[in-house]
């Protein structure tokens, strides 16, 4: 909703160069080595499983997901169970993708077509 309210939307990632330019410059700090997981250290991308569990897309375009960076167990791996509530991709503190529940507090990286 933010992103919309600046006439943009989520970030869509198309490879790992935007992915890693992405954590570099928005969520990379020095203290993230030392948990990866918190909000200070991640940030909200445009991918979802919202619609079909496990089939993630891109939001605004809707279109299937082809490059992936998930972390180690990710998405949602060491525990199915949890799939469901887990329905965003975030990146985190090293660069790599996580899935965690939509309602997270987090930060966000917007795009805009120009």
């Known amino acids: 909703m933010r992103c919309q309210n600046m006439c943009s939307y989520l970030v869509e990632i198309d490879d790992r160069e935007e992915s890693d330019w992405l954590f570099k410059t928005f969520v990379e700090k020095g203290s993230c080595s030392t948990n990866l997981y918190t909000s200070n250290c991640s940030a909200w991308t445009g991918g979802n499983d919202l619609v079909n569990e496990g089939h993630y897309v891109m939001d605004h375009s809707n279109t299937s997901i082809v490059f992936t ?27 790599k993708w996580n899935d965690r529940p939509c309602s997270h507090n987090n930060k966000f990286i917007c795009e805009k077509i120009i």
């Open 69 to 95: 960076n998930w972390h180690t167990g990710e998405p949602s791996l060491h525990d199915p169970s949890q799939a469901p509530g887990r329905d965003c991709i975030d990146i985190i503190g090293n660069g």
